[in-house]
């Protein structure tokens, strides 16, 4: 008999409600048994699953429990104080590559909503520039994977901030002009928080993933032709 998929429960969305109205250290110190069995174990069990399916569609992607992300949260540069994160997330990089450096898949499972995708959050001003001038030169390429009807079907459009203008060193006519003003690169999907415990839910997961793979695959070119 073949092993159900992997999904979340509707304990993981009480905790992480719970863990919103009460951000405390003593609090989820008190509870962290729950957060382990509730939270982190379906998240594990998803990320076991993945690195066996990343085989099939994206096998540079990299799927191991240090995919995931603390729960406790970096406040010393920020206006918030309140100690943990209210959410659970995994990022998937790209092998070879710094965890933050070049694009990967993304998954968080918060009290509001599932978001599934991929793309590059925060590049450096280096790794932007490098990326503009590989769409510059294969513009036709990445028509292909984001304007495709699949694509647009499964996440949409590309998303991510964006300049006003083309930036410097661009005509301002370039056929891909729109895709060299972005800053950010994301591609995704939002889901109803109750879908992280949905019977279809690691189904959902995969599916985005495969549209996002290609897109992951032309914005690391610029990096992984180095490796």
Request: overall charge positive; aromatic content about 12%.
């Amino acid at each position: 008999m073949t092993a159900p998929a992997p999904r979340f429960t509707p304990k993981t969305l009480s905790f992480l409600r719970s863990l919103a109205r009460n951000n405390d250290r003593e609090w989820f110190r008190e509870r962290k048994e729950q957060y382990d069995a509730h939270v982190k174990a379906p998240m594990l069990a998803v990320i076991e699953q993945l690195a066996v399916d990343f085989q099939d569609f994206a096998p540079e992607l990299v799927a191991s429990p240090r995919c995931v992300y603390r729960i406790y949260r970096d406040t010393r540069f920020s206006d918030d104080k309140t100690p943990l994160k209210t959410n659970i997330a995994a990022s998937f990089p790209w092998r070879g590559l710094h965890r933050h450096q070049g694009a990967g898949l993304y998954i968080e499972v918060a009290p509001r909503w599932v978001w599934v995708g991929g793309g590059m959050y925060a590049p450096e001003t280096a790794q932007l520039a490098a990326v503009r001038e590989h769409i510059a030169g294969n513009h036709q390429r990445l028509r292909a994977i984001v304007e495709s009807p699949r694509f647009r079907r499964s996440v949409g459009r590309l998303e991510g901030e964006t300049l006003t203008r083309v930036p410097r060193g661009f005509d301002k006519a370039h056929p891909a002009a729109d895709y060299l003003r972005h800053k950010q690169f994301l591609a995704g999907k939002e889901f109803p928080a109750a879908f992280a415990h949905d019977p279809a839910f690691y189904r959902g997961v995969l599916g985005v993933y495969r549209e996002v793979a290609p897109l992951i695959r032309f914005l690391n070119e610029p990096f992984t032709d180095r490796l």
